[in-house]
């Protein structure tokens, strides 16, 4: 029954993850296009506002699935399970290069707090309108939703059919 639970709140977390994550997916579409600086600094504030849910949902999907992996201890012997590790590392690194540094460079260039490399750093004055525009363009967000989505559904195939 506990085992049952602990998969349960996983899967939940996974949820609850790609629900609080989808904003900045969201955001990372719609900022290639927009054209209003202040539009802009909102929808970057927007997904700002849903990382505390994001980071605490990732923790829990962490905590839970290792806790499913411990109470089923047969599963360290499997590959499925490590590569699924690898799977999610990868994501988490990708994401950082190709979503958290572009935006982070969006953040600048509009004039609000910005980090590099999980680092914070205070408002600076705002850039032209162009040079806005053209950080806004190296926004990937096809690549971000590959990515992200894809990863999450090899895992959840690892998962599922424990290929190996």
Known sequence: MLYQLVVFLHVVSV???????GVSASVSYAIKKERDVNRIRALLDLSEKSYPAMFLTLLA???FGLAAAFLNMVWWRTGWIWLSIVVLVAIIVLMAVYGATPFGEI???????????GKPFPAESARSDDEIYSVTAKVNPTLLLVIGYGGFAVIAWLMIGKPF
């Not at 600048?108 to 590099?116: C, D, E, L, S, T």
């Open 15 to 21: 949820l609850g993850y790609l629900l609080a994550h």
């Open 61 to 63: 999907i962490v905590v």
């Open 107 to 117: 953040r600048k260039a509009v004039g609000i707090p910005y980090r590099v490399k």
